[in-house]
């Protein structure tokens, strides 16, 4: 089934480069690569590749222009059902299971969560697999996937490497970093623990609040990231967050060093991005 973008992803990829940006000379091919996707989907693959390739030579407001709009094609690509012509190339592809295989063995053998197969698959029903049945996957097992935050731009960035080089967008969206006076860190660091509905001790008073208290501001996630790529800095994370409008918080500097994240974007990272993951935050 072929996707009809929106009329903002239809601007002209001149657009997203800043004006002494070297790297205008790709932008007719993208523009052309944006109208190709955007009526088949032969066209989403390419458009992946190389506009993630001219987002890593962006400055960052350049780059948060370019991979909003590529996002929706990225989403369609690591958190759709679609089989996309050419997807191998992203590392995506098709498992066909195998007797005695669970959804916990098929995603520890592509170092995925679990819940990314209820994302890449239509009517995913862990209790209803079935020997020969195809599942599309993502193959992240030999480290390819990575996170990154820009702070200058709150936006965060899961990519995977690529095995003709370069690195192809996964995820690309908005959050809430630390105050003024609660910086979130800077550093390169990894994802030490993933938990769902994590308990929460208030910053504060040092109270704390179960899973289900309403008071619990995470959001049902939690993920821990090493302290020791982040100057020492304890208690830093990627989470979920309830405790305000998002309007008040969301692209903005508030929380005490954590990354806050919509529900909906939350859900995404936690079930792409393992224990390991590394993490690199500008």
């Given at each position: 089934?072929?996707?009809?973008a929106?009329p903002?992803l239809a601007l002209?990829?001149?657009?997203f480069l800043?004006?002494s940006?070297?790297?205008?000379a790709?932008?007719?091919r993208l523009?052309?690569?944006?109208?190709?996707?955007?009526?088949?989907a032969?066209?989403?693959?390419?458009l992946l590749v190389e506009?993630?390739?001219?987002l890593?030579?962006?400055?960052?407001?350049?780059?948060?222009?370019?991979?909003?709009?590529?996002e929706?094609?990225?989403?369609r690509?690591?958190?759709g059902?679609e089989i996309?012509?050419?997807?191998?190339?992203l590392?995506?592809?098709?498992?066909t299971?195998?007797k005695?295989?669970?959804?916990?063995?098929?995603?520890a053998?592509?170092?995925?969560?679990?819940?990314?197969?209820?994302?890449?698959?239509?009517?995913?029903?862990?209790?209803?697999?079935?020997?020969?049945?195809?599942l599309?996957?993502?193959d992240?097992?030999r480290g390819?996937?990575e996170l990154?935050v820009?702070r200058?731009?709150f936006?965060?960035?899961a990519?995977r490497?690529?095995a003709?080089g370069?690195?192809v967008?996964?995820l690309?969206?908005p959050v809430?970093?630390?105050?003024?006076d609660s910086?979130t860190?800077?550093?390169?660091t990894?994802?030490t623990k993933?938990?769902?509905?994590?308990?929460?001790?208030?910053?504060?008073t040092?109270?704390?609040f179960?899973?289900?208290?309403?008071?619990?501001?995470?959001?049902g996630?939690?993920?821990?990231?090493d302290p020791?790529?982040?100057?020492?800095?304890?208690?830093i994370?990627?989470h979920?967050y309830?405790?305000?409008?998002s309007d008040d918080?969301?692209s903005k500097?508030g929380s005490?060093?954590?990354?806050?994240?919509l529900?909906?974007?939350?859900?995404?990272?936690?079930h792409?991005a393992?224990?390991g993951t590394v993490v690199?935050i500008?």
């Amino acid at each position: 089934m072929l996707h009809r973008a929106s009329p903002a992803l239809a601007l002209c990829a001149i657009a997203f480069l800043a004006p002494s940006s070297p790297a205008q000379a790709p932008a007719p091919r993208l523009d052309a690569l944006f109208a190709e996707a955007q009526n088949d989907a032969a066209g989403v693959v390419p458009l992946l590749v190389e506009g993630s390739r001219l987002l890593a030579t962006l400055q960052p407001d350049a780059a948060r222009r370019l991979g909003d709009t590529l996002e929706p094609f990225a989403r369609r690509a690591f958190f759709g059902p679609e089989i996309l012509p050419g997807m191998e190339r992203l590392g995506l592809g098709q498992h066909t299971i195998a007797k005695g295989e669970t959804p916990t063995s098929i995603a520890a053998r592509y170092d995925i969560g679990t819940g990314l197969l209820a994302y890449l698959n239509r009517g995913f029903d862990e209790r209803r697999l079935r020997v020969g049945q195809k599942l599309k996957v993502l193959d992240v097992s030999r480290g390819e996937l990575e996170l990154g935050v820009e702070r200058s731009t709150f936006r965060l960035m899961a990519s995977r490497q690529l095995a003709e080089g370069g690195r192809v967008l996964v995820l690309f969206t908005p959050v809430g970093l630390g105050a003024a006076d609660s910086p979130t860190p800077t550093g390169q660091t990894r994802v030490t623990k993933r938990v769902l509905q994590p308990q929460w001790t208030d910053p504060d008073t040092r109270q704390v609040f179960p899973p289900a208290d309403p008071r619990n501001v995470l959001g049902g996630y939690w993920m821990a990231l090493d302290p020791e790529g982040l100057g020492g800095r304890r208690g830093i994370g990627i989470h979920g967050y309830t405790g305000a409008p998002s309007d008040d918080w969301l692209s903005k500097p508030g929380s005490h060093g954590c990354i806050r994240m919509l529900q909906r974007d939350v859900d995404r990272v936690y079930h792409l991005a393992t224990e390991g993951t590394v993490v690199e935050i500008r």
